[in-house]
């Protein structure tokens, strides 16, 4: 869907467990061998993953200003499940939050936001606002207010359905004045005198 550059860092991570599900297709890549072993998950996790992609799409939504797609479970109630460690480098003393258990998604997914929450990139991973779509993207625009995974796909469209609303409206007050005036006989300059 998106023509724009994956997100920075481990978010990469969330962006792909959010665009694992094409909604305007119906095509779910955790369906796939292929699409569980991207994400290093397998069949008996599909359900949770799926679970885990729906809160992360609503809150990807709420970034970027919108209501969430469907009734999900709180983001923050599923990575309350997710032990991190705080794993400190013996030779300059950086630290960072990781998986206490690297395996399951759900803690790759939790260190990835913790990370992104540090670094200041968390905010600006969204879901596009088309209703068709909801695909992850990293805004990377200079105001942080982007509405759409592609301008080109998503934007066109909406500009479009907004342009033909806006004309059916402006169509059904051009003929509702044209019925007034061949009911009461008048026109727009002779009313009222």
Same mark, same amino acid.
Request: proline letters at 6%; one cysteine or more.
């Given at each position: 869907?998106?023509?724009?550059?994956?997100?920075?860092?481990?978010?990469?991570?969330?962006?792909? *467990?959010?665009?694992?599900?094409?909604?305007?297709?119906?095509? +779910?890549?955790?369906?796939? @061998? @292929?699409? $569980?072993? $991207?994400?290093?998950?397998?069949? @008996?996790?599909?359900?949770?993953? $799926?679970?885990?992609?729906?809160?992360?799409?609503?809150?990807?939504?709420?970034?970027?200003?919108? $209501? =969430?797609?469907? &009734?999900? &479970?709180?983001? #923050?109630? *599923? *990575?309350?499940h997710a032990p991190l460690h705080l794993a400190v480098? +013996?030779?300059?003393?950086?630290?960072? *939050? &990781?998986?206490?258990? =690297?395996?399951?998604?759900?803690?790759?997914?939790?260190?990835?936001?913790?990370?992104?929450?540090?670094? #200041?990139?968390?905010?600006?991973?969204?879901? /596009?606002?088309?209703?068709? /779509?909801?695909?992850?993207?990293?805004?990377?625009? =200079?105001? !942080?207010? !982007?509405?759409? /995974?592609?301008?080109?796909? /998503?934007?066109?469209?909406?500009?479009?359905?907004?342009?033909?609303?806006? +004309?059916?409206?402006?169509?059904?007050?051009?003929?509702?004045?044209?019925?007034?005036?061949?009911?009461?006989?008048?026109? =727009?300059?002779?009313? #009222?005198?």
């Amino acid at each position: 869907m998106s023509d724009r550059s994956a997100a920075p860092g481990n978010l990469v991570l969330v962006e792909s *467990l959010v665009n694992s599900l094409d909604i305007e297709s119906g095509r +779910d890549l955790l369906d796939t @061998e @292929e699409g $569980r072993a $991207r994400l290093g998950i397998g069949p @008996e996790d599909v359900a949770d993953a $799926r679970r885990l992609r729906e809160s992360l799409r609503a809150a990807l939504l709420a970034h970027a200003g919108h $209501r =969430p797609h469907r &009734t999900v &479970t709180p983001l #923050g109630d *599923l *990575l309350a499940h997710a032990p991190l460690h705080l794993a400190v480098d +013996d030779t300059d003393g950086s630290a960072r *939050l &990781t998986p206490a258990d =690297p395996a399951p998604l759900l803690s790759r997914v939790a260190a990835a936001v913790a990370e992104a929450l540090v670094a #200041g990139t968390w905010q600006r991973l969204k879901a /596009c606002e088309a209703p068709d /779509c909801h695909w992850a993207y990293y805004d990377r625009s =200079p105001a !942080g207010r !982007g509405r759409w /995974c592609s301008m080109q796909v /998503c934007g066109a469209r909406a500009k479009m359905r907004r342009y033909r609303a806006k +004309d059916a409206k402006d169509a059904k007050s051009t003929k509702d004045a044209d019925a007034t005036e061949k009911a009461d006989g008048t026109t =727009p300059h002779t009313k #009222g005198r």
